[in-house]
């Protein structure tokens, strides 16, 4: 099974989520877990929550098809004690959110470390990833990788493997690779889409591949930039995502449309659930 569907809005109530996805024709979705540019929400109702567990019931979506994306503003690898703080708070606060919610995993970027040492900045990360893992229960952190301007991390997977490295409890820490991200950051999806998934399950091993999101890019390989395409419009092409949602290694995760054109989902979900 291939759990597809795009990044859908929790506008009004965060159960109508499910709702919005399955209209579209999805097998999975992405949401986030609150408002993503503010840093701090009104609690997660216990009645809101259960609507929505109830709602993917109902709308026939498993728990693992659904992946949450923390919000931009939480920087895990910030030198700044202050940000460090709110961040901190607002990751375990969506972490619980994401628990409550009844999933599994939350979807975080590694973040930038701003100043000194990369190798210092992902040791924060790590450590961030740890300490919510230590407050929440029940969830897994899963990292996305970067298309990797200035100094953000995560753009390899020796990076992503070193911030692994970092982090006590490994086997509550995957990955989410997205596509444009790694076109951006040199890595050929359009020619080597099946050889870039073997390459991550040698080196991680299958199931530390937590979700995709499947974007095409408007910016070419190793440009070091992140514009999101629609599916086959841009530098990637159709054929790396068929070869993608052909792979073994993409079997039962999430694999998430944040792709810019809404009018275009039925249709990208269409195409790659087709296979
Ligand atoms: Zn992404
Ligand atoms: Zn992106």
């Known amino acids: 099974m291939r759990f597809i569907g795009p990044h859908v809005s929790i506008k009004d109530n965060i159960a109508l989520s499910a709702e919005r996805a399955h209209e579209l024709g999805a097998t999975g979705f992405a949401i986030f877990t609150k ?32 992946l949450p994306h923390a919000g931009y503003l939480i920087n895990p690898a910030t030198p ?44 924060r990360s790590a450590g961030m990833i740890d300490e919510v893992l230590r407050e929440v229960d029940g969830i897994k952190i899963a990292i996305e990788n970067t298309a990797g301007a200035g100094t953000i991390l995560g753009s390899t997977f020796e990076e992503l493997d070193k911030i692994l490295s ?54 070419p390989l190793s440009s070091h930039k992140d514009r999101h395409e629609s599916i086959g419009l841009g530098l990637i092409g159709k054929e790396a995502f068929l070869t993608i949602v052909r792979h073994r290694a993409t079997e039962n995760i999430p694999l998430i449309l944040e792709t810019p054109d809404e009018t275009r989902w039925k249709e990208e979900i269409r195409l790659l659930s087709e296979f």
């Open 35 to 66: 408002n993503q540019r503010i840093w701090s929400a009104p609690a997660l109702k216990e009645s809101d929550a259960e609507a929505f567990r109830e709602n993917l019931e109902k709308y026939g979506f498993s728990p693992s098809s659904v």
């Open 166 to 219: 970092y982090t006590i409890q490994k086997d509550r820490v995957g990955f989410t690779l997205d596509t444009a991200h790694l076109f951006g950051a040199g890595y050929n999806v359009k020619e080597h889409a099946g050889k870039i998934l073997d390459d991550f399950v040698s080196r991680f091993g299958g199931e530390k591949l937590l979700g995709m999101h499947l974007n095409d890019s408007k910016v």
């Open 80 to 123: 700044d004690p202050v940000l460090r703080e709110k961040s901190l708070n607002l990751f375990i606060d969506e972490a619980r959110r994401t628990a409550s919610l009844g999933l599994n995993v939350i979807n975080i970027h590694p973040g930038a470390y701003k100043e000194g040492e990369a190798s210092d900045g992902m040791k």
